[in-house]
């Protein structure tokens, strides 16, 4: 019973160990992943409905990771792989949403089409 439960236990750890050593291996091969973390100003944004379509606009570049924007501090954070995707072309993907990105203005054709809360207050 003893010599079972034994040979038991030494059966889970050489499978184990194996399993870490494969994953390792795959780790090892895979090419290295840069995530870079930014911060960009969304002043024009106003609602809910501003806060998904920025969202969704970051999400659907190749590379970014993770996209969210705070209402109340009026910024989009981004995480996003640097091999892949760079500030600009995340600011571009805000504009062409019809939303100001730092410096980088609205697209005025997207911003004509988003819905009337999503505008500033003074182009209602």
């Known amino acids: 019973m003893v010599k079972r ?19 390792s291996q795959a780790a090892g091969n895979a090419e290295p992943v840069r995530t870079s973390e930014a911060k960009i100003n969304v002043p ?28 109340d501090a009026k910024i989009a954070s981004v995480s ?21 990105a730092n410096n980088v203005k609205r697209d005025s054709t997207a911003y004509a089409e988003l819905d009337a809360c999503c505008k500033m207050p003074e182009d209602r």
């Open 5 to 23: 439960l034994f040979l038991a236990l030494a059966l889970g750890f050489a499978l184990t160990a194996c399993s870490e050593s494969e994953q």
């Open 80 to 100: 996003y792989d640097a091999m892949e995707a760079d500030l600009a072309a995340l600011e571009n993907a805000i504009a062409m949403a019809g939303y100001d």
């Open 44 to 71: 024009t944004v106003q609602c809910g409905s501003c806060q998904a379509n920025i969202e969704s606009a970051l999400k659907e570049l190749e590379g970014v990771k993770s996209a969210k924007v705070d209402l």
